[in-house]
């Protein structure tokens, strides 16, 4: 069973619309996080939440917002699509935030046209 | 902050043989170096990881040496089977900012049988 589940795996959009990526975490962790990784770019932090505050944002552009209902969840809103935009977001989450033992999700790859 | 690079890029080996993929970061306040495994279409998975209170790890095939002088560590994957064929990523973390991983552009390895 996956202990990260992230929705949807694939999501086509058109530039400029707005999407949700899902993140549901079942490992009892207290800290969740977002990465990008995009074509020939390593993996790259976005966000870090612990007991659902955002402790650190990394990402240039509003357009980009965590969204935290419930402890084990990490929601992330992208508005104003960009083909730049393309790429594979993984959500992750560690026990603390001091921790970087980190278990990935499976991700979800976004394609903007 | 910090930066991680990462070499070789591609790396293609015998079966049997050894592969060695090194990285170097800037921060010497970086504490924590894991190596992540991820296979096409798949999460980062960690293989191994080591502190900075150590020089040396080893689990099961694999081997990383940490030079903190150097500000260098080392994956060192000892007879290498198909099934290690995969991106492998280092990644770095401090102290202080231990939740956040920076991570390497990654080492594409291909073992030939």
């Known amino acids: 069973d996956p202990k990260i589940i992230q929705k949807p795996k694939y999501l086509v959009a058109v530039t400029g619309s707005e999407k949700i990526l899902i993140c549901e975490q079942y490992l009892g962790h207290n800290a969740m996080y977002w990465y990008r990784q995009s074509a020939k770019k390593p993996l790259e932090f976005m966000f870090s939440y612990s007991y659902q505050k955002l402790m650190d944002n990394q990402t240039a552009s509003s357009r980009f917002q965590p969204q935290s209902s419930k402890k084990n969840h990490l929601d992330l809103q992208i508005t104003a699509l960009k083909p730049d935009d393309s790429a594979t977001y993984f959500c992750?989450?560690?026990?603390?935030?001091?921790?970087?033992?980190?278990?990935f999700g499976s991700g979800t790859r976004l394609l903007v046209i | 902050g910090e930066q991680v690079e990462q070499l070789p890029s591609i790396l293609r080996v015998q079966e049997g043989s050894s592969a060695s993929i090194n990285c170097t970061y800037e921060?010497?306040?970086?504490?924590?170096f894991p190596w992540y495994k991820q296979e096409p279409g798949e999460n980062p998975k960690l293989i191994i990881d080591?502190?900075?209170?150590?020089e040396r790890k080893q689990t099961q095939g694999l081997i990383v040496l940490l030079d903190k002088k150097a500000k260098r560590f080392s994956l060192h994957i000892t007879d290498t089977q198909p099934g290690d064929s995969a991106m492998y990523f280092c990644a770095a973390s401090q102290g202080n900012m231990g939740y956040k991983l920076t991570f390497g552009t990654g080492t594409s390895l291909l073992v030939d049988p």
């Open positions: 992750a989450s560690s026990p603390g935030h001091a921790n970087s033992d980190y278990t």
């Open positions: 921060n010497s306040a970086s504490n924590y």
């Open positions: 080591i502190r900075s209170n150590m």
